[in-house]
Nanobody, 125 residues
Framework: QVQLVESGGGLVQPGGSLRLSCAAS????????IAWFRQAPGKEREGVSC????????YFADSVKGRFTMSRDNAKNTVYLQMNSLKPEDTGVYYC??????????????????WGQGTQVTVSS
């Protein structure tokens, strides 16, 4: 069974940085696209970005372009989301997900089948 585990969230001041990790267990991430989503209180889950099995990244949210970077380390079976210049509006629970395909499935949660439990990111002074 596919299991994804996020880590790296926390409290950071505006302008700060965090690196989120999405680690897989019981399957190899190498062949699959992985997406990041986030959900702020009272809001719908929003697609942030996605990276294909061949390391091509797509950033769904215009607000993160130029600030967030996805990468993957297949040796560690882990995908990362580097978040720089964080803003209070980046606050939310961040989830990684996969549809079990090599290409990114899209920006909507219903396009993904397997999810991690989420990690909280709070940007506040």
């Amino acid at each position: 069974q596919v299991q994804l585990v996020e880590s790296g969230g926390g409290l950071v001041q505006p302008g700060g940085s965090l690196r989120l990790s999405c680690a897989a267990s019981r399957f190899t991430l190498d062949y699959y696209a992985i997406a990041w989503f986030r959900q702020a209180p009272g809001k719908e889950r929003e697609g942030v970005s996605c990276i294909t099995s061949t390391r091509r990244s797509t950033y769904f949210a215009d607000s993160v372009k130029g600030r967030f970077t996805m990468s993957r380390d297949n040796a560690k079976n882990t995908v990362y989301l580097q978040m720089n210049s964080l803003k209070p509006e980046d606050t939310g629970v961040y989830y990684c997900a996969t549809a079990g395909t090599a290409l990114c499935s899209g920006r909507y949660p219903e396009e993904y089948d397997y999810w991690g439990q989420g990690t909280q990111v709070t940007v506040s002074s």
